[in-house]
């Protein structure tokens, strides 16, 4: 046996801030559940679930934004960052549903999306009618053109969603004037950071929010609020989400905004805190974010993006904890949210997560895909994660081996990224699509409790096979996967070796990645395995909990099991 990877360590579970173990469900809330029978999802509909992820067992619910928006980006393009989006529901809605969460024991993560605003911000209506120079123009990043005219943008970089990054206004004298920065969708505009204005107004958000109750943020593009000095051009192509150290992404002074928000989470009683959406290139950079003094979690997208392999994940997770151990923070694992491919489907299909940007680097070929693979792969995955040092992080469906839907009819895509990308990539809906709760197409799958809706009238269409994964058709079955996380999520909240803490590396194959988890308190161990090939004998232990039934004494291939050693 080998020790190679310890965590930092920090007393008994119920002593350590709750962020160090959690597991935390991400709700996309446009396709959750729909209370109002509109076809999207909304507030009621989410607290109506409450008792369903009371039983799956989960520590925290993280919300995509919920905000008033134009939904360009559904959400990520908010027009008001204090108010809910009334598709969704009401302040009073959001107050009841984060009471209700917290009576049952979970905590609420909101949105925060401070890189960029919707161009329909009342502060980017009012600097697109004031002139070059004035202090509402200082609030975005406003810059002459190149070029004879200014007809050119000030620097080559491009959309994250594809296109030019900028794009050029008409001034009030119905001239072409000024561009503005937009890192995303071009109604998207980026925010200065450099403005004192702008740190002043997004304090005063995040109070807003914590004096509701909310109990951290998920900071969206928390690697992207400051640009290098003076713009400079890039010279590397631009990936989906960036994942290169590039003028505009994980520049040091990022870090500096950190520092101010920690000390405004920690103001509050009940250690608030906040996850960083960082695409940094290596486990070293994302560990950045969450020095001691900055923020609790940072996704971790190293993980994320590799293969289903069993090298890859063990160097993955390996380079995660060594970096996360020198700044003494939780490791967040995750291998889902709303915009990467499911894992169902990458795995599968031999699929890397981030920086995909066509239909083949997305899905593979289609002609391939076995479903059922995926799904004994995802759970797999799934144990290998929940028994990992520190916390993780769960995407809506996944609990249910929601494979990704491929195939959206052209004309019902939204996400900006397709036409963006000037159709060549469908973007991100396959991994969006409403949840189905019952096996019945009526209301959506029981997405909507409009029950004259089928199953493509819902915001996003369900493809017909989306039935066979309803929550409903998996309740009652001891094999589901819905019942397999439950499980795992109930012997995480049992077992106290697991969650942060310190693991060890068990010598098991080429093919198999072993570990085991020791409770400091008692020495009683815990050892998890994880068949990436031919069958093995089951190692020797009492067994917990499998990722898919063991035949006999045998451990079939993609298979994960957790044991008492
Ligand atoms: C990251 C979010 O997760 C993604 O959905 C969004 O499009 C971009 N940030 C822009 O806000």
Redesign the pocket.
């Known amino acids: 046996m080998t020790s190679t990877s310890t965590t930092y360590f920090v007393g008994a579970r119920s002593e350590r801030p709750w962020w160090r173990d959690a597991v935390t469900y991400q709700i996309y809330p446009r396709s959750y559940a729909d209370a109002n029978g509109d076809g999207k999802g909304d507030i009621e509909g989410i607290r109506s679930r409450l008792p369903y992820l009371k039983k799956l067992g989960i520590d925290a619910i993280w919300i995509s934004p919920w905000y008033p928006s134009p939904q360009k980006?559904h959400g990520?393009d908010v027009s008001d960052y204090m108010d809910i989006e009334p598709d969704y529901g009401t302040l009073e809605d959001a107050k009841r549903f984060i009471d209700e969460a917290h009576a049952l024991g979970i905590k609420v993560i909101a949105d925060i999306?401070p890189n960029h605003s919707s161009d329909q911000h009342e502060w980017f209506q009012e600097a697109l009618k004031s002139p070059p120079g004035s202090p509402a123009r200082a609030r975005y990043i406003f810059r002459e053109g190149k070029g004879e005219n200014g007809e050119l943008p000030p620097n080559n970089w491009e959309g994250i969603f594809g296109g030019p990054a900028w794009e050029r206004i008409t001034e009030a004298d119905g001239k072409p004037g000024q561009w503005y920065l937009h890192l995303?969708a071009v109604e998207?505009p980026d925010f200065d950071w450099k403005n004192p204005e702008v740190h002043e107004y997004f304090e005063k958000v995040l109070r807003f929010w914590l004096d509701l109750g909310i109990d951290g943020f998920r900071i969206?593009?928390a690697h992207g609020m400051i640009k290098a000095e003076g713009l400079p051009d890039v010279t590397e192509e631009v990936e989906l989400?960036g994942t290169q150290l590039m003028p505009f992404w994980d520049q040091d002074g990022v870090h500096d905004i950190y520092r101010h928000w920690r000390k405004i989470f920690d103001s509050y009683p009940g250690d608030r805190m906040a996850v960083a959406?960082a695409w940094a290139p290596t486990p070293a950079r994302i560990a950045r974010y969450v020095r001691p003094d900055e923020l609790a979690n940072s996704f971790n997208f190293t993980f994320l993006d590799s293969l289903w392999n069993v090298d890859a994940l063990k160097k993955a997770i390996d380079g995660s904890i060594e970096e996360l151990h020198k700044v003494g923070a939780p490791a967040s694992w995750v291998f889902n949210n709303?915009?990467v491919t499911r894992s169902v489907m990458r795995f599968a299909q031999g699929l890397k997560g981030g920086g995909v940007s066509t239909p083949q680097e997305r899905y593979g070929d289609i002609a391939k895909f076995d479903a059922e693979l995926g799904v004994k792969r995802a759970r797999a995955g799934a144990l290998l994660m929940l028994a990992l040092p520190g916390g993780a992080y769960i995407y809506q469906g996944e609990e249910l081996g929601l494979p990704e839907v491929y195939d959206i009819p052209k004309d019902r895509l939204t996400d900006p990224r397709y036409k963006l990308s000037g159709y060549k990539d469908t973007g991100r809906d396959g991994c969006r699509v409403p949840i189905p709760w019952t096996v019945s197409d009526k209301g959506s799958h029981g997405f909507s409790t409009n029950l004259s809706l089928g199953r493509s009238d819902s915001w996003l269409p369900e493809p017909t096979w989306w039935g066979n994964y309803a929550a409903e058709k998996q309740e009652n079955d001891e094999n589901s996967t819905l019942n397999i996380y439950r499980r795992a999520l109930a012997a995480r909240k049992e077992l106290s070796m697991l969650g942060d803490g310190t693991m060890e590396w068990i010598e098991a194959g080429a093919d198999v990645l072993a570990f085991s988890r020791t409770d400091q308190a008692t020495g009683k161990r815990f050892a998890c395995y994880v068949n990436f090939g031919a069958p093995i004998a089951i190692p020797t232990g009492e067994v917990i909990l499998a990722s898919s039934p063991p035949t006999g004494d045998v451990l079939p291939s993609d298979t994960t099991i957790w044991l008492h050693i």
């Open positions: 980006d990520y999306v995303f998207q969206d593009v989400l959406e709303h915009d």
